[in-house]
């Protein structure tokens, strides 16, 4: 790991044009604020109820745009977040996702789709956000054919790469002070609360300068091969750790 402090990305997930009322135009206002340069996880077709079918918003599209030309990284961010696969992925959080164990060559036409939606409102998908986490060697495979080669997930503490994509990790759900690393901080607009949105603006006011994007990550970090079986014992802890904690807030609290 780098020997300087650490360092943030912010990532919103499940933006899509018809978008309940939620903390967008809150999260928004601190990213025009502090200039961030998130990545903006757009789901290209969103089916999934639970995600907001309200009509689309005008507003919404242009909106991106105008991030995308600040430095924003657009995420695709899986093709309508319908979970009707099941499966253990790479990074096994949920079960039940969009894409793990899907036939090949209907997980490439899903994610052309995808990509194709994305460019015709002018935006260029260049990370990938799997809905739930899920996703497989067949994924990683469609979306290397698409020409993404960014995934933003995983436990690492720092990016690197492996099974042919570059992996920025994405480890926290809430900001949370770091002596060293790179952290994804994800937030979901729907369910960030009144309370998580104080706890992010008292965050950025503190340590905004700390704040990357995807460009600089890549330019910046040194980003190592890695597979499962050349990282750190400390680092596979790591993840190990992650998970358990995870799993035993899904047996405390399913959902
Ligand atoms: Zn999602």
Do not use: K
């Not at 495979?141 to 020409?147: E, I, N, P, V």
């Amino acid at each position: 790991m780098r020997n300087s402090p650490a360092e943030y990305l912010l990532r919103i997930d499940d933006l899509t044009p018809g978008m309940p009322a939620s903390a967008w135009p809150q999260i928004l206002t601190l990213i025009h604020r502090y200039q961030l340069q998130p990545i903006l996880a757009i789901v290209p077709d969103n089916r999934d109820p639970a995600l907001g079918l309200a009509a689309p918003d005008p507003d919404f599209w242009p909106q991106m745009r105008a991030l995308q030309s600040a430095g924003a990284s657009i995420g695709l961010h899986g093709y309508r977040h319908l979970c009707a696969a099941r499966g253990w992925g790479f990074v096994p959080l949920h079960r039940r996702n969009e894409f793990v164990g899907v036939p090949a060559h209907l997980q490439r036409e899903w994610i052309g789709q995808g990509i194709g939606i994305l460019r015709a409102q002018a935006l260029e998908p260049t990370v990938w956000v799997a809905p739930r986490h899920g996703f497989d060697r067949a994924t990683l495979r469609a979306l290397h054919h698409h020409g993404i080669s960014i995934v933003s997930d995983g436990f690492a503490p720092r990016p690197h790469r492996a099974h042919g994509a570059l992996w920025i990790p994405q480890q926290h759900w809430e900001p949370r002070a770091m002596p060293a690393g790179l952290w994804t901080i994800c937030l979901h607009p729907a369910t960030t609360t009144t309370a998580l949105l104080g706890r992010l603006e008292s965050f950025l006011a503190d340590h905004h300068a700390r704040f990357t994007s995807v460009p600089r990550v890549l330019r910046e970090w040194p980003i190592a091969q890695s597979s499962v079986a050349s990282l750190a014992v400390s680092e596979r802890l790591f993840a190990l750790r992650a998970y358990a904690r995870h799993h035993a807030r899904r047996l405390l609290h399913p959902h």
